[in-house]
T-cell receptor, first 116, second 113 residues
Framework: DSGVTQTPKHLITATGQRVTLRCSPR?????VYWYQQSLDQGLQFLIQ???????AKGNILERFSAQQFPDLHSELNLSSLELGDSALYFC???????????????FGSGTQLSVL | LAKTTQPISMDSYEGQEVNITCSHN???????ITWYQQFPSQGPRFIIQ???TKVTNEVASLFIPADRKSSTLSLPRVSLSDTAVYYC??????????????FGPGTSLSVIP
């Protein structure tokens, strides 16, 4: 158990809908990262938050947004869903205090999103 | 950033030692090498990280030659539970952020009974 909690584990929805994925980082970790993993794209970095502020951004679609709350949990919002958004979405957290740099990541078990 | 190249897949029998090599010809002076393991439908798990020579922990060993242009992850006496995808990553722990670090396709290791 990595200590990172993601909910829900599975999500089935229809095209055009909006969903919210939730992540609770390990106790004490200030950074949260979101990744998308699909069969054809591999593990893709989406976005990083550090102590409530966006710190790094990857190839995240404009239809996707995220935030980190004062209690450090994070949510990833996916809207106007398309079939191609079906994937495993992972959240990770890291312990380094500064929120910068290449750090050891602890991943959650993921949310499997199926868009029908 | 240093690009990494590793075999797409490998097969091994149970009980054998498995060595997965990663090439990173353009590794920078301050870059470290990190390996992650991912089981099906689970998030990646940090295995080991090193800068030079040899690093060993309870899971694996990491061998890095003097020129640091490659590294080898060594898994001793693999079992069926070691069947997973193994990712080699290279980056500067201080300056490189994860938006610049690419996991790549990794090496899919299949352990055969």
């Amino acid at each position: 158990d990595s200590g990172v909690t993601q909910t829900p584990k599975h999500l089935i929805t229809a095209t055009g809908q909006r969903v919210t994925l939730r992540c609770s980082p390990r106790s004490g970790d200030l950074s949260v990262y979101w990744y998308q993993q699909s069969l054809d794209q591999g593990l893709q970095f989406l976005i990083q938050y550090y102590n409530g502020e966006e710190r790094a951004k990857g190839n995240i679609l404009e239809r996707f947004s995220a935030q980190q709350f004062p209690d450090l949990h994070s949510e990833l919002n996916l809207s106007s869903l398309e079939l191609g958004d079906s994937a495993l979405y992972f959240c990770a957290s890291s312990p380094r205090a500064t929120g910068t740099g290449y750090q050891k990541l602890f991943f959650g078990s993921g949310t499997q999103l199926s868009v029908l | 950033l240093a690009k990494t190249t590793q075999p797409i897949s490998m097969d091994s029998y149970e009980g054998q030692e498995v060595n997965i090599t990663c090439s990173h010809n353009n590794i920078a002076t301050n870059d470290y090498i990190t390996w992650y393991q991912q089981f099906p439908s689970q998030g990646p798990r940090f295995i080991i990280q090193g800068y030079k020579t040899k690093v060993t922990n309870e899971v694996a060993s990491l061998f890095i030659p003097a020129d640091r242009k490659s590294s080898t992850l060594s898994l001793p006496r693999v079992s069926l539970s070691d069947t997973a995808v193994y990712y080699c990553l290279v980056g500067d722990p201080v300056k490189t952020s994860y938006d610049k670090v690419i996991f790549g396709p990794g090496t899919s290791l299949s352990v055969i009974p």
